[in-house]
């Protein structure tokens, strides 16, 4: 199972970017999907999450900005952001887990995730 992410760019503050995570030999379906975002010296931070249901959530940081979905047919999931400011800088990276870990996923903490991505660098300029 690979998860490879895509979209990753340098934007000025205020911009917007659409990340994309498409996964080869594998379904979302029945998988908790997230986004988390790591910056050196700081521990990885789940910022969007959406689960079996399509019941999606975000960090508080990222709430009215960000918008996760998922395309099942074409087994990708996006992560729409606008908005953004410097402190989003970060590596995105996406990940699928069982279902019952989707409860733990938003915040800084570690979370065990079956699959990730290799991820893909966001840079954000004032």
């Known amino acids: 199972v690979e998860l490879e992410e895509t979209g990753g760019d340098s934007v000025q503050s205020g911009g917007s970017l659409r990340l994309s995570c498409h996964a080869s030999e594998f379904t979302y379906m029945g998988y908790c999907m997230a986004w988390f975002r790591q910056t050196p010296g700081k521990e990885r931070e789940g910022v969007a999450l959406i689960d079996t249901d399509g019941i999606s959530d975000y960090a508080d940081s990222v709430k009215g900005r960000f918008t996760i979905s998922q395309d099942n047919a074409k087994n990708l999931l996006y992560l729409q952001m606008s908005s953004l400011k410097p402190e989003d800088t970060a590596m995105y990276y996406c990940?699928?887990?069982?279902?019952?870990?989707?409860?733990?996923?938003?915040?800084?903490?570690?979370?065990?995730?079956?699959?990730w991505g290799k991820g893909t660098l966001v840079t954000i300029s004032s």
């Open positions: 990940a699928a887990g069982n279902p019952s870990v989707c409860a733990a996923v938003i915040g800084p903490r570690s979370v065990a995730m079956d699959y």
